[in-house]
């Protein structure tokens, strides 16, 4: 069940875009995506409940794509994110038609398209409801690194199948992923898979803060631009870029 947290500032959805651009089909689903289409390295960020339209992740694509990797936001919602204001679609029953494991089978074919573009090595991260799709990626090893912001639905269980290099970044206040819960999934990795991992729990921030932050709150960019940066760290470290695009 999903807390009040996840439907907490929703995003004013832009489909024009930044810096990258709109595509009809990657892997056979519409998507947004930004950087060099002939970087040995992809990343796939996974969005929230809010879906491939919010400006901030968008931003986020175009600045990870700005460290060389080619970077695609798929639409795993098809047309259909979250909308609050909707009460003939209430979360409960959104939820029944866009599952997590729904979205793994559909990241599989963006993953393959990736692989035909000539990418060697896949990283994703995901957002609230996207780090569940994240979970399962890792758990079938199909990415090369993993980084999950404020997870929701992610279970200990999970994290004792993991088999891809794993970043988690937490935050202080969550009701969905509790920094008692990710210092369970560090327990978990630590101990029993011997899986390279990142753990980080962010004080003074509440769940949602890396993709719908007050662009007006100092603090709460600053906080953002920290979880970009060690997300950027992570795939860095774990995926192996060409050495023009360094």
């Avoid at 409960?92 to 089978?105: C, D, I, Q, R, Y």
Wanted: proline share 7%; net charge negative.
């Amino acid at each position: 069940m999903a807390s009040p947290q996840c439907c907490a500032n929703p995003p004013t959805l832009n489909p024009a875009g930044a810096e990258g651009k709109a595509v009809d089909s990657f892997g056979g689903i519409p998507a947004y995506v930004a950087g060099a289409e002939d970087s040995k390295a992809a990343v796939i960020l996974i969005s929230d409940i809010f879906g491939f339209e919010a400006p901030k992740l968008r931003k986020i694509a175009d600045k990870v794509a700005s460290s060389g990797y080619f970077v695609v936001v798929p639409d795993f919602f098809h047309g259909d994110p979250f909308a609050p204001q909707n009460a003939d679609k209430p979360f409960a029953e959104w939820m029944k038609e866009h599952a997590p494991v729904k979205s793994f089978e559909d990241a599989k074919p963006v993953i393959a398209a990736l692989k035909e573009q000539g990418v060697s090595s896949v990283g994703a991260a995901g957002y609230c409801w996207g780090a569940k799709v994240i979970a399962e990626l890792a758990k079938a090893n199909e990415i090369q690194a993993a980084v999950m912001s404020h997870p929701s639905f992610v279970t200990v269980d999970d994290m004792k199948e993991v088999k891809s290099p794993i970043a988690v970044l937490g935050a202080e206040t969550d009701m969905m992923s509790p920094p008692e819960l990710v210092k369970q999934f560090e327990q978990v990795l630590s101990s029993s898979t011997g899986i390279d991992h990142f753990i980080k729990i962010f004080s003074g921030v509440s769940h949602g803060w890396t993709v719908r932050y007050d662009s007006e709150d100092v603090a709460a960019v600053e906080r953002a631009e920290e979880a970009l940066a060690d997300m950027t760290d992570w795939f860095n470290k774990n995926l192996k870029l060409q050495t023009t695009f360094l």
